[in-house]
């Protein structure tokens, strides 16, 4: 059993991080946050998958003028990513976001980054902490040392620095990150400051890759840390659609038992055993399983080997060879069916079980 870190509490916009509250999967829009318009339907396409938090970038003025109407048009908690320039974070927060995100490796002014705590106490929203190792204060020494303990060492003093700064003014709705690219580091930095600091950590690998090698890197680092008990909030980042980002961040947290969020598809891996066409059926069966937000667990199974004891052990299942294949639901073999019913036959009951639970829900 995962044993989580105590954090302290934090509210970003309607969604709690931290202390004993649900690790929250959020994402990053892809547009451009000026054109209004699709940033909105953006926003709202990543409501329907799941995401909790969404953040955008701000990096000019006709950016964040465009957070007003943003704001208005949305229900998700909106974060504005500020760089550099810290009347942009002034800005944000009067057109009315729910969180900054600051990264202090490029707001490094004291002054300026406490008239941004000033003004977001006075409207009671939380900053995150955001260390990337990309954009750390320089190192004046050729000869630096750049390995992995040594980075991770450089971005937490970065952090701590920043997180003072913020004390010093009695602000403490705090989150913090600390991400690389490097798997290594990022463990490396988020372990060390989780004894540090109480404030919740935003979980994430920089730059990860496109979905195919990001969502594996992901996995990899984000998944330690919360089998470490370390994190209260994700997001996956990976080149391409930011939807994805949400599915693989809900698979990451269901592998760890950490959240229920839609289906899970068990499907035995290819061997010379297989006796049906176990690809086709499982792809068929993952794009029925697209956009389903109910928890369900469906089993795929291609021989009788591991396949009975496995779907056995989902809401619904097959396991199939020599031309037909058995279908179970709730632990029970509902029927013995021909290879080219057991689709419609797994669909059906599928079907079932999800129409049940709406039914029970809405009682």
Same mark, same amino acid.
């Given at each position: 059993?995962?044993?989580?870190?105590?954090?302290?509490?934090?509210?970003?916009?309607?969604?709690?991080?931290?202390?004993?509250?649900?690790?929250?999967?959020?994402?990053?829009?892809?547009?451009?946050?000026?054109?209004?318009?699709?940033?909105?339907?953006?926003?709202?396409?990543?409501?329907?998958?799941?995401?909790?938090?969404?953040?955008?970038?701000?990096?000019?003025?006709?950016?964040?003028?465009?957070?007003?109407?943003?704001?208005?048009?949305?229900?998700?908690?909106?974060?504005?990513?500020?760089?550099?320039?810290?009347?942009?974070?002034?800005?944000?927060?009067?057109?009315?976001?729910?969180?900054?995100?600051?990264?202090?490796?490029?707001?490094?002014?004291?002054?300026?980054?406490?008239?941004?705590?000033?003004?977001?106490?006075?409207?009671?929203?939380?900053?995150?902490?955001?260390?990337?190792?990309?954009?750390?204060?320089?190192?004046?020494?050729?000869?630096?040392?750049?390995?992995?303990?040594?980075?991770?060492?450089?971005?937490?003093?970065?952090?701590?620095?920043?997180? @003072? /700064? +913020?004390?010093? !003014?009695?602000?403490?709705?705090?989150?913090?990150? #600390?991400?690389?690219?490097?798997?290594?580091?990022? =463990?490396?930095?988020?372990?060390?400051?989780?004894?540090?600091?109480?404030?919740?950590?935003?979980?994430?690998?920089?730059?990860?890759?496109?979905?195919?090698?990001?969502?594996?890197?992901?996995?990899?680092?984000?998944?330690?840390?919360?089998?470490?008990?370390?994190?209260?909030?994700?997001?996956?980042?990976?080149?391409?659609?930011?939807?994805?980002?949400?599915?693989?961040?809900? @698979? /990451? +947290?269901?592998? !760890?038992?950490?959240?229920?969020?839609?289906?899970? #598809?068990?499907?035995?891996?290819?061997?010379?055993? =297989?006796?049906?066409?176990?690809?086709?059926?499982?792809?068929?069966?993952?794009?029925?399983?697209?956009?389903?937000?109910?928890?369900?667990?469906?089993?795929?199974?291609?021989?009788?080997?591991?396949?009975?004891?496995?779907?056995?052990?989902?809401?619904?299942?097959?396991?199939?060879?020599?031309?037909?294949?058995?279908?179970?639901?709730?632990?029970?073999?509902?029927?013995?069916?021909?290879?080219?019913?057991? !689709?419609?036959?797994?669909?059906?009951?599928?079907? #079932?079980?999800?129409?049940?639970?709406?039914?029970?829900?809405?009682?």
């Amino acid at each position: 059993m995962i044993v989580r870190r105590p954090s302290r509490q934090i509210r970003v916009g309607s969604v709690l991080v931290g202390g004993d509250a649900p690790i929250s999967v959020q994402s990053m829009t892809s547009t451009d946050t000026r054109d209004w318009q699709a940033t909105v339907r953006q926003i709202r396409e990543l409501e329907e998958r799941g995401c909790e938090i969404v953040r955008v970038a701000v990096p000019d003025q006709e950016a964040a003028d465009a957070l007003v109407q943003i704001k208005k048009l949305i229900s998700l908690p909106l974060v504005a990513d500020i760089h550099f320039d810290h009347r942009l974070a002034l800005a944000a927060i009067k057109a009315g976001v729910d969180g900054l995100r600051l990264n202090p490796g490029n707001i490094r002014d004291p002054e300026r980054v406490k008239q941004v705590v000033l003004a977001a106490k006075e409207r009671g929203i939380p900053i995150r902490v955001g260390v990337n190792a990309g954009s750390l204060p320089p190192v004046e020494h050729a000869s630096a040392d750049f390995s992995p303990a040594r980075t991770a060492e450089r971005m937490v003093a970065a952090a701590m620095s920043h997180i @003072e /700064i +913020l004390e010093r !003014l009695d602000f403490d709705a705090i989150k913090v990150s #600390l991400k690389a690219f490097d798997v290594p580091t990022t =463990i490396e930095a988020y372990r060390r400051i989780a004894d540090l600091v109480p404030y919740p950590l935003h979980l994430g690998i920089t730059e990860a890759g496109t979905p195919s090698a990001g969502s594996i890197r992901s996995a990899v680092g984000i998944g330690t840390l919360l089998y470490m008990g370390i994190g209260d909030t994700i997001r996956v980042s990976l080149t391409g659609d930011p939807c994805e980002e949400v599915r693989v961040g809900y @698979e /990451i +947290l269901k592998s !760890l038992g950490l959240r229920q969020h839609g289906p899970v #598809l068990i499907s035995c891996p290819t061997c010379g055993r =297989i006796g049906i066409d176990l690809v086709s059926l499982a792809a068929a069966v993952e794009k029925r399983l697209e956009g389903i937000s109910e928890p369900i667990k469906v089993a795929v199974m291609g021989c009788v080997v591991n396949g009975p004891g496995e779907a056995r052990e989902a809401d619904v299942g097959i396991a199939g060879g020599g031309g037909k294949g058995i279908v179970f639901r709730g632990g029970r073999i509902v029927r013995t069916v021909a290879e080219d019913e057991l !689709l419609p036959s797994l669909l059906r009951e599928m079907d #079932l079980v999800l129409s049940e639970r709406a039914g029970k829900g809405g009682k």
